[in-house]
T-cell receptor
Framework: DTEVTQTPKHLVMGMTNKKSLKCEQH?????MYWYKQKAKKPPELMFV???????INESVPSRFSPECPNSSLLNLHLHALQPEDSALYLC?????????????FGPGTRLTVT | GQSLEQPSEVTAVEGAIVQINCTYQTSGFYGLSWYQQHDGGAPTFLSY????GLEETGRFSSFLSRSDSYGYLLLQELQMKDSASYFCAVRDHKDSSYKLIFGSGTRLLVRP
């Protein structure tokens, strides 16, 4: 099983809402990533978790809050977002941090902030 | 810092061969990865080259020259479904980081 799943597929939220994005993998991977991708741009790294601990935070605004409840799950909690946060949010995993060159991506959550 | 350069767009005919180049500037280098992303889809890992030379996987091959800081992705017997964006990527060497740095992407259009 080389699948990373993400829910929901689409999300529309107002600037005062609180919502969460979910990601799951069952490949036994110990590194998990959140990316933000705007149209016609490469993925932009937000967070890296390694063995359920936050390894990298790319100076992401505090309105984005990651959580890794266990080795298979990764959440991204959203609060008080801005319209410019509208993007495709991708989750990925790799066997370990050292295997970051080979990442498996989920289908993404298309987020629209109104 | 790290930077990667690849052409923004490439057009080719179905059945043909196309090469997508990537040049990189890095303070340290582990290897070069390639990813494919269809419109509306997720990036998919294609290949990784840590050593010089050509790696072949079916219709796709990837090449690396560490001395030239250059690599390419070669797609043979092009099919319409190969129309997608292709990203080269390197691992960030800064502060023992495990961040993958992506190029800006090459949009491949395959014409009938």
């Amino acid at each position: 099983d080389t699948e990373v799943t993400q829910t929901p597929k689409h999300l529309v939220m107002g600037m005062t809402n609180k919502k969460s994005l979910k990601c799951e993998q069952h490949m036994g991977h110990r590194a998990m990533y959140w990316y933000k991708q705007k149209a016609k741009k490469p993925p932009e790294l937000m967070f890296v978790y390694s063995y359920e601990k936050l390894s990298i935070n790319e100076s992401v605004p505090s309105r984005f809050s990651p959580e890794c409840p266990n080795s298979s799950l990764l959440n991204l909690h959203l609060h008080a977002l801005q319209p410019e946060d509208s993007a495709l949010y991708l989750c990925a995993s790799s066997q370990a941090r050292d295997s970051t060159y080979e990442q498996y991506f989920g289908p993404g959550t298309r987020l629209t902030v109104t | 810092g790290q930077s990667l350069e690849q052409p923004s767009e490439v057009t080719a005919v179905e059945g043909a061969i196309v090469q997508i180049n990537c040049t990189y500037q890095t303070s340290g280098f582990y290897g070069l990865s390639w990813y494919q992303q269809h419109d509306g889809g997720a990036p998919t890992f294609l290949s990784y080259n840590a050593l010089d030379g050509l790696e072949e996987t079916g219709r796709f091959s990837s090449f690396l020259s560490r001395s030239d800081s250059y690599g390419y992705l070669l797609l043979q017997e092009l099919q319409m479904k190969d129309s997608a964006s292709y990203f080269c990527a390197v691992r960030d060497h800064k502060d023992s980081s495990y961040k993958l740095i992506f190029g800006s992407g090459t949009r491949l259009l395959v014409r009938p």
